[in-house]
């Protein structure tokens, strides 16, 4: 039993398949998008541990995208489902899963 599940960590690994987290990328945001707006937006899918945008560390304005992490795998689902392609201050936005960092 133990080989088997090595064998499928082997091939996964060998599919580029990979692990998913629970947190999402957002990005094509209105720079004008608050923190709490930003979390707002994604709170009707799920419980969000963490919204994040990301900004400037010169002038503190925020770059246009963030991350949003949930508590389970299937609200992250949810979240993209639901707001991926959505207009969101006049903007086209695009919400997918985030890609792991190298560290992790």
């Known amino acids: 039993m133990m080989r088997v599940v090595?064998?499928?960590g082997l091939s996964s690994q060998a599919l580029g398949m990979r692990c998913f987290s629970t947190k999402i990328f957002v990005?094509?945001?209105s720079f004008y998008t608050s923190e709490e707006e930003f979390k707002a937006m994604f709170s009707p899918f799920g419980t969000v541990e963490e919204a994040r945008l990301m900004r400037d560390q010169q002038t503190g304005r925020?770059?246009?995208f963030?991350?949003?992490k949930y508590s389970s795998l299937a609200e992250a689902e949810k979240a993209i489902k639901a707001m991926d392609g959505r207009i969101q201050r006049g903007r086209l936005i695009f919400v997918e899963m985030a890609k792991g960092s190298k560290s992790e």
Do not use: E
């Open 62 to 64: 925020t770059k246009g």
């Open 27 to 29: 990005h094509k945001l």
């Open 6 to 8: 090595r064998l499928m």
């Open 66 to 68: 963030g991350f949003v």
